[in-house]
């Protein structure tokens, strides 16, 4: 369990700002880079917020996690986000938000705010469906689809390493989300997440969903948003009490890219 100093960071590091500009942002603090000119200049200041020392450039799509509004400023906010890998590997997964710096509000959108897909689930309940149903003109069986497909669990017959306190570290050598030092009764996981989208659609390559157990099957706690068709987000805040978490995976062109997780217990 985390002490109480832990919990204040992660409480103070994750708070939603009811300011005019974000009014609505209430589900995740997640933000991406909307910008027409396809990107969005990070400050990264010294000293003071007024004395700029460096600019990195996020491209269209990026995503980021909100953190407050820059002090002493009205048009900038405050971000963190993870530090690009220097190879182009075909997924990354984000744990750690290594990265800083303040960013222009008006060239960025946060993703629960973006154009939201419509839910619904399966005849069998055990998979979520989310149309893009913002252009009727589009035949219903051409219009894209994100599937979150979920199952019961066989954690219980893979390989755990353990800690000295019995918390389970590992499952098959990768951490696992949402448990800690049981597995729960009926504990259930994503089995898999389906792109559908005419031309191009995939299936999300194992290491972006490997061991994200007690997903969430309430429409409140998970939705699928974009900016355009080659840019599209999920989000899911899963588990429960000491053991939440909450994850966002980037689509683009039809395939996920990265996903940012980090775990926020209640």
Do not use: C
Not at 233 to 258: A, C, D, H, P, Q
């Amino acid at each position: 369990m985390m002490n109480s100093a832990t919990k204040t960071l992660y409480a103070s590091f994750f708070t939603i700002f009811s300011l005019a500009f974000i009014q609505g942002q209430s589900k995740v603090p997640f933000g991406v880079v909307k910008a027409e000119e396809g990107y969005a200049m990070v400050r990264v200041p010294k000293d003071n917020y007024r004395k700029i020392v460096d600019k990195i450039r996020m491209r269209k799509g990026d995503v980021f996690v909100y953190v407050k509004p820059a002090p002493g400023e009205t048009e900038w906010i405050w971000i963190k986000y993870p530090e690009k890998q220097d190879d182009d590997k075909p997924f990354v997964r984000y744990e750690t938000l290594d990265k800083e710096g303040m960013v222009n509000k008006d060239r960025i959108a946060f993703i629960d705010q973006l154009p939201q897909f419509t839910p619904s689930k399966s005849k069998n309940g055990r998979s979520l469906i989310f149309t893009d149903n913002s252009n009727p003109k589009i035949p219903a069986a051409q219009r894209t689809k994100v599937i979150i497909d979920v199952y019961p669990s066989n954690a219980g017959y893979r390989k755990q390493e353990k800690d000295a306190n019995g918390n389970i570290l590992t499952i098959d050598k990768v951490k696992p989300w949402g448990i800690s030092s049981q597995l729960p009764e009926g504990m259930t996981e994503i089995k898999s997440i389906r792109v559908q989208q005419p031309g191009r659609g995939s299936v999300f390559v194992r290491e972006a969903i490997k061991n994200m157990f007690q997903p969430t099957m309430d429409f409140n706690n998970v939705g699928v948003t974009s900016i355009d068709n080659d840019h599209i987000f999920l989000y899911m805040i899963n588990g429960s009490g000491e053991n939440r978490y909450t994850t966002l995976w980037t689509i683009k062109e039809g395939r996920v890219i990265s996903q940012i997780i980090y775990k926020n217990p209640e």
